[in-house]
């Protein structure tokens, strides 16, 4: 089955530190890539994604994920973090298919990051 | 901004009671998802939804769970009867299906607590 994998469930820095969530899945196809960001007690947004072309992915404040299609990762990356990071990241995964069928969306477990001041 | 509109936003009731929870997409959107999230098994797929017609609802327990589209505004999650063990966020989410770039707009979610 297809899956999605967050390796890190809680991860805590301080301020200005630099972030790499780690972000594999299983799949061996054409996939659609995503990070998604929920701060405290609101609902997901989203923060990038990859469909095709360029592997490294700028999103928005500051986020960026890269694309390693031989290591089935999609990494996400912030130079310095700031305490307005402090959210849960779920990567999610859409695993293309051609088959007729429709193409799921698959979340990771999530990772929660704290950041302290 | 557009927005996918979620009610209620919090629901108390008691074990044994219907609950319904419904959610408008986006217009236009044309495929709708319900998600519920937990502290144990984080987001699961209920059920998905494509031009009003239900594709997969394997991930809903059937004997208490049902997920409806009476029109392209509105989809309802409805549980009867309800269980503790429901208590979660129910999160909708609509996009523009296809078979592919499918980028999901998720509403604020519906927060359950079953006593």
């Known amino acids: 089955a297809q899956s999605v994998s967050q390796h890190n469930h809680h991860v805590i820095l301080s301020e200005a530190a630099s972030l790499e969530l780690g972000c594999n899945y299983s799949y061996g196809g054409t996939v659609n890539l995503f990070w998604y960001v929920q701060y405290p007690g609101q609902h997901l947004q989203l923060l990038l994604k990859?469909?095709?072309?360029?592997?490294l992915v700028k999103g928005i404040k500051g986020f960026e994920a890269e694309f390693i299609k031989s290591k089935f990762s999609f990494n996400l990356r912030k130079p310095s973090v700031q305490w307005s990071d402090t959210a849960e990241y779920f990567c999610?995964?859409?695993?293309?298919?051609?088959?007729?069928?429709?193409?799921?969306?698959?979340f990771g477990a999530g990772t929660r990051l704290a950041v302290h001041p | 901004d557009a927005r996918v509109t979620q009610t209620p936003r919090h629901k108390v009731t008691e074990m044994g009671q219907e609950v319904t929870m419904r959610c408008q997409p986006i217009l236009g959107h044309n495929t709708v998802f319900w998600y519920r999230q937990t502290m144990m098994q984080g987001l699961e797929l209920l059920a998905y939804?494509?031009?009003?017609?239900?594709?997969?609802d394997s991930g809903m327990p059937k004997d208490r769970f049902s997920a409806e589209m009476p029109d392209a505004t509105l989809a309802t999650l409805k549980i009867q009867p309800s269980e503790p063990r429901d208590s979660a966020v129910y999160f909708c989410?609509?996009?523009?299906?296809?078979?592919?770039?499918?980028?999901?707009?998720f509403g604020a979610g519906s927060r359950l607590t079953v006593l």
């Open positions: 939804f494509r031009n009003r017609a239900p594709l997969d």
């Open positions: 989410a609509s996009g523009l299906g296809g078979t592919g770039a499918n980028v999901l707009t």
């Open positions: 999610a995964v859409i695993p293309i298919t051609f088959s007729g069928g429709y193409n799921k969306l698959i």
């Open positions: 990859y469909f095709s072309g360029d592997p």
